[in-house]
Nanobody, 120 residues
Framework: QVQLVESGGGLVQAGGSLRLSCAASGSIFSINAMRWYRQAPGKQRELVASITSGGSTNYADSMKGRFTISRDNAKNTVYLQMNSLKPEDTAVYYC??????????????WGQGTQVTVSS
């Protein structure tokens, strides 16, 4: 079984920074795109950032210039560096990955989520 395990969430003051990590483990042949999503109470889940296996990145407009997604392929890990945090960034952050397992099909996997709370 493939698992994604997230860490790094917490409580920070507005203007502060956090670095989220998500490590994939299990019977993995390769990891393709990796993404971060977030979901605030009462709102739909939204895409925060994505990174391809080749390192190309995309960001939601509200995160552009503040958040940076990166990956360490040797560690099967994706990171989200979050700077200049705002109270509206408060949400549960989830990592997501397109993973080719040692099996017949590419699968979509999700982490358990990590809470980020930004106070003013």
């Amino acid at each position: 079984q493939v698992q994604l395990v997230e860490s790094g969430g917490g409580l920070v003051q507005a203007g502060g920074s956090l670095r989220l990590s998500c490590a994939a483990s299990g019977s993995i042949f390769s990891i393709n795109a990796m993404r971060w999503y977030r979901q605030a109470p009462g709102k739909q889940r939204e895409l925060v950032a994505s990174i391809t296996s080749g390192g190309s990145t995309n960001y939601a407009d509200s995160m552009k210039g503040r958040f940076t997604i990166s990956r360490d392929n040797a560690k099967n890990t994706v990171y989200l560096q979050m700077n200049s945090l705002k109270p509206e960034d408060t949400a549960v952050y989830y990592c997501n990955a397109d993973i080719t397992p040692w099996g017949p099909a590419v699968s979509d996997y999700w982490g358990q989520g990590t809470q980020v709370t930004v106070s003013s």
